[in-house]
């Protein structure tokens, strides 16, 4: 079975400090690895994804996140982060083992960005 | 760029009535996924089809059903709707090789009355 955790349901930031949102996750076989963002009464966007190859991943906005198999994390970052970043993140997961299709979502965090 | 289109963006409906949701995944996109995200909920995974086939299932209720066309769009259909039924569902599509990632229309916001 897959899951993902997001420890944190909300994250204060001031703007311009760097972020971080955290996500661990348990698989059986090898993580496939995404973070999306969904902005009140709208859809999910894609921000990144990590399926193999390099532990840091950059993605849409100037986020980015770091994989790090024995913490089995995948926590998203920015180095600086602006009051438009203010949204809901999900982490998700997909085990490449067992077949199965839909992706597993963690819990969100709400990321708040002061000015 | 072309996205997926879902429709209707709203409706209501009320308790016992019928309902379908339509999606028209991205060209050339042969699998669609559909997710019902409840108020304050993470989305959670219904079903998938794959070239018109059922792929993958989740926690989609007896009450529910999909199918996918031959154009690649796809239905979900809902019976017998309860209050509880209200929510956003999402539709998704990718390639076959979905380690691509997954595009998430912007969903159809049902609200049972």
């Known amino acids: 079975a897959q899951s993902v955790a997001q420890p944190e349901d909300q994250v204060n930031v001031a703007e311009g400090n760097p972020l971080t949102v955290k996500c661990t996750y348990s698989?059986?076989?090898?993580?496939?690895l995404f973070w999306y963002v969904q902005y009140p009464n709208r859809g999910l966007q894609f921000l990144l994804k990590y399926i193999t190859g390099d532990n840091l991943v950059k993605g849409s906005y100037g986020f980015e996140a770091e994989f790090n198999k024995s913490q089995t994390s995948f926590h998203l970052k920015k180095p600086s982060a602006l009051v438009s970043d203010s949204a809901l993140y999900f982490c998700a997961v997909r085990d490449s083992l067992g077949g199965a299709d839909g992706l597993t979502f963690g819990k969100g965090t709400h990321l708040i960005i002061q000015p | 760029a072309a996205g997926v289109i879902q429709s209707p963006r709203h409706l209501i409906k009320e308790k016992r009535e019928t309902a379908t949701l339509k999606c028209y995944p991205i060209p050339r996109h042969d699998t669609v996924y559909w997710y019902q995200q409840g108020p304050g909920q993470d989305p959670q995974f219904l079903i998938s089809?794959?070239?018109?086939?059922?792929?993958d299932k989740g926690s989609i209720p007896d009450r529910f059903s999909a199918q996918q066309f031959s154009d690649y769009h796809s239905e979900l259909n809902m019976s017998s709707l309860e209050l509880g039924d209200s929510a956003l569902y999402f539709c998704?599509?990718?390639?076959?090789?979905?380690?691509?990632?997954?595009?998430f229309g912007s969903g159809t916001r049902l609200t049972v009355v």
């Open positions: 089809f794959y070239e018109k086939m059922q792929s």
């Open positions: 998704a599509s990718s390639p076959r090789d979905h380690n691509y990632g997954y595009t």
């Open positions: 698989v059986s076989g090898n993580p496939y």
